[in-house]
């Protein structure tokens, strides 16, 4: 696969309006599911150096221009006392499964690789670990969310059509309503990145903004 930097520092608000555009009307028609800050968690997803170290074979080009956007996003949910759960993605051969079989490689605990980016070392930051696409498969996410009366997840982090995207279709059939970040996700291609925006919201997310969010934010703190 040719991997692509559609995302650049300079192209990220152009390029993430172009992306918002075809999603409107599916926004339209879940006009009264409404972000409510009080009710939500963030769910920051794999940013590991696995994916953002140039030198590693998983690296994602956009990847890098999206972790501004996050670093905001997660510092006004903690300074507004939301709770914030970041995932780090890590297998054995014992619990790898079919990634292993898939992909022919896995990440392990001990890869330099493995460890998060800078930008979530806080320990305000609740850290957990997962071993397939799906953050909510067998980890203790679903657990944290309902013990803060969490309704709502907000996903940001990579990949999108894969982590990111599966995990917003497991929050979604748990009951959660899902906003998924498209300036706050990146894959490999805009391809890919774009078909998980549709197919997710014909059914199972609102496809939002970080600039939005960030605006709701400081609108619940007045």
Request: net charge neutral; charged share 20%; with cysteine.
């Given at each position: 696969?040719?991997?692509?930097?559609?995302?650049?520092?300079?192209?990220?608000?152009?390029?993430?309006?172009a992306?918002?555009?075809?999603?409107?009307?599916?926004?339209?028609?879940?006009?009264?599911?409404?972000?409510?800050?009080?009710?939500?968690?963030?769910?920051?997803l794999?940013?590991?150096?696995?994916?953002?170290?140039?030198?590693?074979?998983?690296?994602?080009?956009?990847?890098?221009?999206?972790?501004?956007?996050?670093?905001?996003?997660?510092?006004?949910?903690?300074?507004?006392?939301?709770?914030?759960?970041?995932?780090r993605?890590?297998?054995?051969?014992?619990?790898?499964?079919?990634?292993?079989?898939?992909?022919?490689?896995?990440?392990?605990?001990?890869?330099?690789?493995?460890?998060?980016?800078?930008?979530?070392?806080?320990?305000?930051?609740?850290?957990?670990?997962?071993?397939?696409?799906?953050?909510?498969?067998?980890?203790?996410?679903?657990?944290?969310?309902?013990?803060?009366?969490?309704?709502?997840?907000?996903?940001?982090?990579?990949?999108?059509?894969?982590?990111?995207?599966?995990?917003?279709?497991?929050?979604?059939?748990?009951?959660?309503?899902?906003?998924?970040?498209?300036?706050?996700?990146?894959t490999?291609?805009?391809?890919?990145?774009?078909?998980?925006?549709?197919?997710?919201?014909?059914?199972?997310?609102?496809?939002?903004?970080?600039?939005?969010?960030?605006?709701?934010?400081?609108?619940?703190?007045?």
């Amino acid at each position: 696969m040719q991997k692509e930097r559609y995302f650049t520092p300079e192209t990220m608000h152009r390029k993430s309006l172009a992306l918002l555009a075809p999603l409107k009307d599916f926004r339209k028609g879940h006009s009264g599911i409404r972000f409510q800050p009080a009710s939500a968690a963030l769910l920051v997803l794999d940013l590991q150096e696995y994916f953002f170290k140039e030198e590693s074979h998983a690296f994602i080009p956009s990847a890098p221009p999206i972790l501004p956007g996050i670093s905001k996003l997660l510092c006004a949910f903690l300074d507004a006392g939301l709770p914030v759960i970041a995932t780090r993605h890590v297998n054995t051969l014992g619990n790898a499964g079919m990634m292993a079989k898939w992909w022919r490689d896995i990440l392990e605990s001990k890869s330099a690789y493995s460890h998060n980016n800078t930008t979530i070392t806080t320990k305000k930051v609740t850290a957990i670990k997962k071993t397939q696409y799906d953050a909510f498969l067998q980890t203790e996410l679903e657990d944290i969310l309902l013990s803060r009366g969490v309704q709502q997840v907000v996903i940001c982090g990579v990949m999108t059509h894969l982590c990111c995207e599966t995990t917003a279709r497991s929050a979604f059939m748990r009951g959660f309503e899902v906003f998924f970040t498209i300036d706050g996700t990146a894959t490999y291609t805009e391809q890919l990145h774009s078909a998980s925006l549709l197919t997710l919201s014909h059914g199972f997310a609102i496809a939002v903004l970080i600039d939005e969010l960030l605006s709701e934010l400081e609108l619940n703190e007045t």
